[in-house]
C-alpha cells in the first residue's frame, strides 16, 4: 500500500447511515478527516419507540447514494480516487449491514481498490484514538453502548482479549429501556443525563449487580426491573407521567448513579487484571457527563491515563470504520468481495474473517 492512504468508510449498522473520508500519512501521524456525513434516523424511529429493522434499512437505501456524493464533494475528491473502502460488516441488524457493505463491496469492484469489512465493535474500541498521533497503544477499552458493553484488553490492532461483558442488558439498551419506562423520548440515554443533572443521586435506592463478583462482568437487567417496581409505588398505576418533575430527575438520577456505580467499578477491576495503565472508554454512553466526570476522578486517582473520544465519536459514524479500515490496510488485511455479513459478529472473530493480500 501507498505511504498515503485514502480511505471511504461507511457505517449502516443500525439507524445512522454514514460516510466518512479519511487521508493517513502513516500511523505517526493522527489520519486527517476530510469528511463526515450522517443522517441519524432518530425522528423516523421515535415514534415507534425503538428502532424498528425494516425502516432502517430501506432508509440506508435511500439516503446512502446521496451522502455518499456529499462526503466526496466536502473531501474534495472521487470513488475513483480512494485506496481501500470499508464498511461494518457486524455485528447489527442484518438487512442494514447489507446496504453500506454491498454498496462499499460496489464502489472497491468499479475503482478496483481493496475492501476491508469492519467489526463496529472495533470502530467503537479504537476511536479514542482516532484523533491521537501513533496511534493505539495497549490499554483497557471498555465499549458502552446501546448494544454491547465489554470490558477488552487491547494488546495491538486486531489482538484482544475479553475480560468482561454485559450478561443481559448493554449500559446503554438499560438507559433507553428505563427512559421507556419513564415516559421519555427515544432515545431515553441523552434524556435520562440531562434531567439527572438536576436530580438526587441518593433518592432511591437502586441495587448494584455482581460489584463482589471477581470478575469484569456486569448486569442490568435487576436495575431496570428494580425501577419498573418504583414506579408503582410513587405514582398511580405506575404512570410515570403523573410523576411530580423534581421526583423524575430523582429517579434518573439514582439510576443514573447505579450505572456509572458498576461501570467504573468493573472498569476499574478490568484494568488491574490487564496490567495497564491506560483505559479508553467509547461507545454512546461515552457521552454521558456523570461517567466522563466520574472515571476521569477515578483515573487520576489511580494514576492511570484516560483516553476519551470526542463527542462526535462516540455514537454511530463512519469516521471510525474509515479508521480501522485504514489500520488494517496498513497491516495487509483485506476481505473477499463475496463474503457476507455476520450480524453476530464476535470481536475476536475478525482476524480470523480478514486474510493477507499483496494489494499495493
Known sequence: MPESLTVLGIESSCDETAVAILRSAGEEKAPEILSSVISSQIAIHRQHGGV?????SRNHSADLPGIIRTACREAGTAPADIDVFGATGGPGLVAALLVGNSTAKALALAAGRPFVSVNHLEGHLLSPFLKRPGGPVPHLGMVVSGGHTLFVDVRGVGNYRLLGRSLDDAAGEAFDKVGKMLGLPYPGGPEIDRLAAEGDPEAFSFPRALMKEHTANVSFSGLKTAVLYTLPKITKNGDPHGLPRQTLRDLCASFQRAVTDVLIHKALKALRASGHRTLSISGGVSCNRELRSRLKTACDREKVKLVLPDFDLTTDNAAMIA????????????HSLDEDVDPNLKLTEDLNRSKHSTHS
Open 52 to 56: 424498528v429493522p425494516e425502516l432502517a
Open 323 to 334: 479508521y480501522v479500515t485504514c489500520l488494517k490496510a496498513r497491516r495487509g488485511l483485506f
